[in-house]
């Protein structure tokens, strides 16, 4: 356990770094796109790390049932069926995790004035706002974050 803690501890450390990464930075400068990388990078990975866990987690879940049956247990433990069924929405979590940190329409970041790097002249590309409008979080976005995100979780 102290193993996966140690990645648990890694994989918040890279979430909220990347997260906290443009807190306050100005899309029109020029090295924004540097830090939107960045904060991608660190939040994708802290996200993985969360899914590769929670992957193995199953796997845990299941061979321990198995073994129990192999030595002649006639019920699953509740624990391990509540562990089974609590790993549904965990997983759901951590796949929506992975996309919102890597894919930009799930993003925090995809607001208004925000700059897109292209290899191809000009340099920029001005992207509209998807996820905010003049009065917050889009109704789309919320519905998103509040099911994949919020509910998820909370449900675990």
């Not at 061979?63 to 562990?83: D, F, M, P, V, Y």
């Not at 992975?98 to 894919?103: E, G, P, T, Y």
């Not at 920029?124 to 979780?153: C, D, K, Q, W």
């Amino acid at each position: 356990m102290v193993i996966i803690h140690s990645f648990l501890i890694i994989a918040n450390t890279a979430i909220i770094t990347g997260g906290s990464y443009l807190a306050g930075a100005d899309p029109e400068k020029h090295n924004y796109q540097n830090k939107l990388r960045v904060s991608k990078i660190t939040r994708t990975a802290g996200q993985s790390i969360f899914l590769a866990i929670n992957s193995l987690l199953i796997v845990f879940i299941i061979a321990t049932i198995r073994g129990e049956r192999k030595r002649g247990a006639k019920k699953t433990h509740g624990t391990l069926l509540l562990l089974a069924i609590a790993w549904i929405p965990l997983i759901t979590r951590g796949i929506f995790g992975l996309l919102q940190a890597s894919v930009y329409d799930l993003s925090y970041y995809n607001r208004k004035f925000c700059f897109r790097m292209i290899y191809y002249n000009p340099p920029y590309e001005l992207i509209t706002a998807e996820n905010y409008s003049g009065h917050g979080m889009t109704p789309r976005f919320l519905l998103i974050e509040y099911i994949l995100g919020v509910l998820t979780e909370w449900v675990a």
